[in-house]
């Protein structure tokens, strides 16, 4: 019996790719091995014209040596980010070259984008009324062009059957891994992880690598209250306290911060908090019971569940993640 063809993924390579993203497919799937060391995917690069060089967004191009015929082929196509999307960052649109591209696909051909590579999903309606992420810092934009499409921004990826879709650059590599488990089960994506030397899964999502700076109020009426309080995160802050420090009633208090914050005084306190705590993770020795005092959590417990809640992560976690010094680099 002859042996079964393995599984092909067609990279698609855009003007302005970004190498480090193009190369991701490559790197995962093509690592991927069954038992007797067989390769169980096929990967093909290729561009949307005839072959030649593509742009990068480095100081280089690339030779692609596949145009657009290899994607009828393809069991499963992978877009990465391209900084030279054109009528389809701005407009919402496909050129005629991708349009003309993407209508080879077989039907029933898996889609999966890494990055802001969701656009081109989107532009050609793939993602029209299914979940899909991209990078956080594209995630406003993308849901406005495209308002058909529910955007999750705090997820490293999002497995929507025949259509997936991740979150900016390093998340690229998750989803593929992702796939692999998927397709071949743990042992095999676990073989890949150490190959790679990458976390065969990343706990939480964007959230924990998203700075939220919490909204500054356009008015200032409000601004000796959010003085006061931020200098004293650490002990148990009342509303009418902050209210007092303005001499006006809670109820008055309460609907000026609103107004001037866009939050509520209890929400902005608990921003705060979560971003000093952020701070003291990073920067700090300080025990975990110690950070959720000095952020005025008062217990490891709320902190937990508040930083959970705000980022997707607990407490150590997030201090592994971003801690500078905190493991060996040997």
């Not at 898996?110 to 009324?129: K, P, Q």
């Not at 020795?285 to 217990?299: C, E």
Request: aromatic share 6%; with cysteine.
């Amino acid at each position: 019996m002859p042996d079964r063809r393995p599984h092909r993924v067609a990279v698609l390579a855009l003007d302005g790719a970004i190498p480090f993203e193009l190369g991701i497919p490559q790197r995962i799937f093509g690592r991927a091995r069954d038992s007797l060391h067989k390769p169980l995917y096929e990967i093909v690069t290729c561009s949307v014209r005839e072959p030649g060089p593509v742009r990068t967004d480095a100081d280089f191009a690339i030779l692609v040596e596949n145009g657009p015929k290899v994607l009828a082929t393809a069991d499963t196509v992978v877009i990465p980010a391209s900084y030279e999307l054109g009528p389809v960052f701005d407009e919402g649109r496909l050129t005629d070259e991708l349009r003309a591209a993407l209508a080879r696909l077989r039907p029933g051909t898996r889609m999966v984008s890494i990055c802001t590579g969701s656009y081109v999903l989107a532009a050609a309606g793939v993602l029209d009324e299914r979940p899909a992420t991209t990078h956080w810092s594209s995630a406003a934009h993308f849901q406005r062009l495209f308002p058909r499409v529910k955007v999750d921004a705090d997820v490293l990826f999002i497995d929507d059957g025949d259509v997936l879709t991740s979150a900016g650059v390093a998340a690229g590599i998750d989803l593929c891994l992702h796939i692999v488990r998927r397709d071949h089960g743990t042992a095999v994506a676990n073989d890949v992880a150490r190959r790679t030397v990458v976390p065969p899964y990343r706990d939480g999502g964007q959230a924990q690598y998203i700075q939220r700076p919490v909204p500054e109020p356009q008015l200032a009426t409000t601004a000796t209250a959010r003085d006061w309080a931020l200098a004293r995160l650490h002990e148990p802050i009342q509303l009418r306290d902050m209210a007092e420090q303005e001499s006006m009633s809670v109820r008055t208090f309460t609907r000026r911060f609103r107004e001037e914050a866009g939050i509520s005084p209890g929400q902005w306190l608990v921003l705060q908090r979560v971003e000093r705590a952020r701070q003291l993770l990073e920067s700090t020795d300080l025990s975990v019971d110690q950070v959720a005092r000095d952020a005025g959590f008062g217990t490891a417990q709320s902190m937990r569940q508040h930083l959970q809640s705000a980022l997707g992560v607990p407490p150590t976690v997030y201090r592994r993640t971003f801690r500078a010094g905190a493991g060996s680099g040997r």
